[in-house]
Nanobody, 122 residues
Framework: VQLQASGGGLVQPGGSLRLSCTTS????????IGWFRQAPGKEREGVLCVSRNDDRTDYADSVKGRFTISRDSAKNTVYLQMNSLKPEDTAVYYC????????????????WGQGTLVTVSS
């Protein structure tokens, strides 16, 4: 099982960015997928997760109405669309996967990819 996040970069406040998580070694539809972030000096927090059956999506309160998650099973890729970005969204973003229908907390996810840095600054 492998995951690789990409698409990070520098963006101005109010801007948008789409992160991609390319996966391999497992069937995407059968796994819960999560996006997490970690800012310097802070714990890793769950941003947005979708359960393996797509029957539940969990959002951090800070990103509701701004971030969305989607998956393209044909491309084995999960996306995180981030709109109306704020400086406090600056962090390293990670994607993770787990075969269980887990809650959106880092301790529940087994497989992790390397992160991609998102910097929101003018």
């Amino acid at each position: 099982v492998q995951l690789q996040a990409s698409g990070g970069g520098l963006v101005q406040p109010g801007g948008s960015l789409r992160l991609s998580c390319t996966t391999s070694g497992f069937t995407l539809d059968y796994y819960s997928i999560g996006w997490f972030r970690q800012a310097p000096g802070k714990e890793r927090e769950g941003v947005l997760c979708v359960s393996r059956n797509d029957d539940r999506t969990d959002y951090a309160d800070s990103v509701k109405g701004r971030f969305t998650i989607s998956r393209d099973s044909a491309k084995n890729t999960v996306y995180l669309q981030m709109n109306s970005l704020k400086p406090e969204d600056t962090a390293v973003y990670y994607c993770a996967a787990d075969p269980r229908p887990v809650n959106c907390a880092a301790r529940f996810f087994y497989y992790w990819g390397q992160g991609t840095l998102v910097t929101v600054s003018s």
